[in-house]
């Protein structure tokens, strides 16, 4: 006899409860809820990348912003994508210079409904996939310039955590960022919330040639719980395997000038 699956409680708490968590998230914009890591985004997107220059000629972001070659083409992973917000967001990003697509991962149907009508006019693509495999995003074969992981981490366990993170860096671009946010403090319900550590994360990051580039410690809850608090890890490829992967690319794209003649 086949053992019944039992359901997932956390999609059962997401599904059962996304009117209320739609206004809980949407009560909060992306300005406020990422505020401590956004100024990376100057690194990604021109327009942003100019206004931090206007804004200060000796921002040392903004010199480094200059040196940077951008993409034209963007492409963007939200994994854990909710109800839009932050999806919504970078897609609205997307101007002259730059096409932005997002790919938003949503494993709960009910708040993806939701998303879905809050992005419904914008390059946004909405995927019902999960972390540790992401099997839909891998087999769309796309590096990703932004991976963003908000409020997911901790749902992973432990013992998923290298591989959820080995798909990750094989979704990333070699210039690429991954954001995620680690949230401490007790579920409060019936989800389970397994415990996190940018030490973990830190050692795992080193594993697979990735560093972490800036890290935000002690950030209270945005929806106001005083027992929940946060840290944000922003993660990188290092550089000699950045560099390996350049070189990787331009031999690449050598071969294929030569064969195209």
Known sequence: MIPKLQPDPNLSFYNRNAEQLAQQYDSKPFTEVHQSWSHHLADIFVALAAHSSANSSTNLLATQAHAITYSQQLQILDIGAGTGRDAKYLAELANAQQQVTVYAVEPATELAAIGKQHTKDLAVIWLEDTLPELKQVTAANIKFDLILLSAVWMHIPSAERLTALTQLS?????????????????????RIMHSVSIQELALLSQQLGLSIIDSISAETDKLGRAEVSWETVVIQFSPAVTAKATAQFDANSLKTAEQAK
Request: glycine share 14%.
């Open 170 to 190: 094989q979704l990333l671009a070699p210039q690429g960022k991954l954001i995620i946010t680690l949230r401490h403090g007790p579920s409060g319900d019936e």
